[in-house]
């Protein structure tokens, strides 16, 4: 399975983008899928998961509240809305997804895929 990010771009503070990942290559049926983030000088973060099967889903503490991750299993694609989107939600976005994982925070060195990053700027 490949993954591909996309939707990134420039907001201002207060505004929402909705960024999509498309699987391709396979099914991502049984799947946690997620996205992190990479702000510049800063690590890897976990912003939000969601296992395919079942639809349960997990958030970070910081944009709990104000992001919403799903999944549309008949295109395999997974999305993030972003709302109230705030200047330290700057970073690039990464899609991600464990066939057998389903905390991807914790394990987030050894996840199964990676797709390539989409960048997500908010001004103030």
Same mark, same amino acid.
Request: aromatic share 10%.
């Given at each position: 399975?490949?993954?591909?990010?996309?939707?990134?771009?420039?907001?201002?503070?207060?505004?929402?983008?909705r960024?999509?990942?498309?699987? =391709?290559?396979?099914?991502?049926?049984?799947y $946690?899928?997620?996205?992190?983030?990479?702000?510049?000088?800063?690590?890897?973060?976990?912003?939000?998961? @969601?296992? !395919?099967s079942?639809? @349960?889903d997990?958030y970070?503490?910081?944009?709990?509240?104000?992001?919403? @991750?799903s999944?549309?299993?008949?295109?395999? $694609?997974?999305?993030?809305?972003?709302?109230?989107?705030?200047?330290?939600?700057?970073?690039? *976005? *990464?899609?991600?997804?464990?066939?057998?994982?389903?905390?991807?925070?914790? !394990?987030?060195? *050894?996840?199964?895929? !990676?797709?390539?990053?989409?960048?997500? $700027?908010? =001004?103030?």
């Open positions: 399975v490949q993954l591909q990010a996309s939707g990134g771009g420039l907001v201002q503070a207060g505004g929402s983008l960024l999509s990942c498309a699987a =391709s290559g396979g099914t991502v049926n049984g $946690t899928m997620g996205w992190f983030r990479q702000a510049p000088g800063k690590e890897r973060e976990f912003v939000a998961s @969601i296992r !395919w079942g639809g @349960i997990d970070a503490n910081s944009v709990r509240g104000r992001f919403s @991750i999944r549309d299993s008949a295109s395999n $694609t997974l999305f993030l809305q972003m709302n109230s989107l705030k200047p330290e939600d700057t970073a690039v *976005y *990464y899609c991600v997804g464990d066939r057998r994982k389903t905390d991807l925070a914790r !394990w987030f060195r *050894y996840l199964e895929v !990676w797709g390539r990053g989409t960048q997500v $700027t908010v =001004s103030s």
